[in-house]
């Protein structure tokens, strides 16, 4: 079953930047899997924040990170990445990654990473 291991977290001022990682575990390939970054505020559901296919086409971009917030994948690594700028106080969440076999699943997705903490604050 495919293992996925979230990276990259951690506390951030507003208006900085965080790279956050998602990689799969020994022995196992994101290669042939699209992969979702979804994020949990404190109180708040759950809510998808974009998705990349296997090809690299990107779908799913909340409104709230459009212009702010970059996914991108590197397959040679075995790893996708969500580049996050101009980081809000609003954008403070456990941050997970998820994959499956088509970005149109969402929160149906498969395999889960255990999620990585983003805290902006001054």
């Known amino acids: 079953q495919l293992q996925l291991v979230e990276s990259g977290g951690g506390l951030v001022q507003p208006g900085g930047s965080l790279r956050l990682s998602c990689a799969a575990a020994p022995g196992f390939t994101l290669e042939y899997y699209a992969v979702g970054w979804f994020r949990q505020a404190p109180g708040k559901d759950r809510e998808g924040v974009s998705c990349i296919s296997f090809q690299g086409f990107i779908s799913n971009v909340a409104d709230s990170v459009k212009g702010r917030f970059t996914i991108s994948r590197d397959n040679a690594k075995n790893t996708v990445y969500l580049q996050m700028n101009s980081l809000k106080a609003e954008d403070t969440a456990v941050y997970y990654c998820?994959?499956?076999?088509?970005?149109?699943?969402?929160?149906?997705?498969?395999?889960w990473g255990k999620g990585a903490l983003v805290t902006v604050s001054s």
């Open positions: 998820a994959a499956d076999r088509s970005c149109g699943l969402g929160f149906n997705m498969n395999y």
